[in-house]
């Protein structure tokens, strides 16, 4: 779909239907004239509109209230798709879903430590023509493309300014994408991303605010507020990797000392046993390796700590309360509602989330901050890239978010 077919099925009273729609379908147009203050003759208009463009279609009747029952709306999901992108630190996850979040299909691609900026997006592109190779039928039913992307991001032009984990400056992911395929292109922080997404797809719909946080090869936060993402004033919100617990740390890939990422990342995790092991303290973890320590990853550190070893059980409960530390931090300032986690750390939810807890419960200054709710993320691996997807829904469905254009 063009980017300007798209500005037509986000113009504002599409949109407030639209989202009446969605939230509280099936539903008549009477009930939506009625909830969003539309004359009756203006939800009729838009409803046909929107069926002939495919989003929404006519469902079942509902009840009579002393007249003909009336037909009942619904969102048509399947009628129409979009390509949502977790791009990297490690690998580039690729999904392509309906409106729902229903996933159709997906792949990956491994990024090497050593890719250029040039490499990446001819990757990225790469992605892109296979997905619309192989669903060649669903191609005018793409109604956009969202990157999710690790690092700092300039979210007006769409352009990656810094990705730390992958040394790469000044991508005009936007600009290029939307040149080479005619789509519009959304380009977000992957943390902000997946925080977006646990708003719209996870078990977080009802939360005023909440905050979701990433923690993989680097750490990163995004916080919704009332459905709306917070970006601060220069697009940096949400980098808490990079809030500093100890002047005197380890050095961290931005230069500064004592990052949070230092202490609590997968890499860093994973960097604590390897020291723990040539210390001399006896591991499990030695033989998993094959007695070659760098093999040892933070997915091997779970592993072994599953099997009850001492040194990656601690290692991992001492990492919860770092991360309690941070998330403290978090809700001093912020003071979300819910906090989820997500990313490859969060699979070690056995010995994380208590000390994470506990610490908050320690440390937070009043009785309501202490007992903020802090869950593990049910989307997934998929979260961030179902974030990326939802980078399109927002702008589609909320009133708000749309233009007028």
Not at 250 to 279: D, F, R, W, Y
């Amino acid at each position: 779909m063009q980017t300007g077919s798209f500005q037509w099925m986000k113009s504002l009273n599409k949109s407030i239907i639209l989202n009446q729609i969605r939230t509280s379908g099936p539903i008549s147009r009477a009930q939506i004239a009625k909830d969003t203050k539309l004359t009756p003759p203006t939800v009729s208009s838009i409803v046909k509109e929107l069926i002939e463009q495919g989003l929404v279609k006519e469902s079942n009747l509902g009840t009579s209230q002393g007249g003909r029952k009336p037909t009942m709306l619904v969102i048509n999901s399947k009628e129409f798709y979009i390509i949502g992108i977790d791009a990297g630190p490690k690998e580039m996850e690729m999904i392509l879903s309906d409106l729902s979040g229903q996933i159709i299909y997906e792949t990956s691609y491994p990024i090497t430590t050593s890719i250029s900026e040039v490499e990446f997006m001819n990757m990225l592109k790469k992605g892109i023509e296979e997905f619309l190779e192989t669903y060649a039928h669903l191609q005018k039913k793409v109604i956009g493309i969202g990157v999710a992307m690790h690092g700092v991001i300039d979210v007006e032009s769409g352009t990656s300014l810094f990705a730390p984990n992958m040394n790469l400056r000044n991508i005009p992911i936007k600009q290029e994408l939307e040149d080479t395929f005619s789509y519009v292109v959304k380009v977000e922080n992957d943390a902000r991303a997946m925080a977006l997404g646990e708003a719209w797809f996870g078990d977080s719909e009802t939360s005023k605010s909440m905050m979701a946080v990433n923690m993989g090869r680097g750490i990163g936060a995004g916080m919704v507020i009332d459905g709306k993402l917070y970006h601060g004033e220069y697009d940096t919100a949400g980098e808490i990797g990079h809030m500093t617990l100890d002047i005197h740390g380890k050095k961290c890939q931005c230069g500064n000392h004592g990052c949070l990422q230092t202490v609590a990342s997968g890499p860093a995790i994973a960097e604590k046993v390897k020291e723990s092991v040539e210390s001399g303290e006896k591991s499990i973890i030695t033989d998993m390796a094959d007695d070659d320590i760098s093999r040892i990853n933070g997915e091997l550190v779970y592993q072994a700590a599953l099997e009850n070893d001492y040194v990656c059980r601690t290692i991992l409960e001492e990492t919860g309360v770092y991360i309690g530390v941070g998330l403290t931090n978090l809700i001093h300032v912020m003071n979300p509602g819910k906090i989820v986690i997500g990313g490859g750390v969060a699979k070690a939810e056995k010995f994380i989330l208590s000390p994470i807890k506990t610490t908050i419960a320690e440390k937070a200054l009043t009785k309501k901050a202490k007992q903020t709710q802090v869950v593990i993320s049910d989307l997934g691996e998929r979260a961030t890239s179902l974030g990326a997807v939802s980078l399109l829904l927002v702008e589609l469905f909320d009133p708000q978010v749309a233009t007028t254009k």
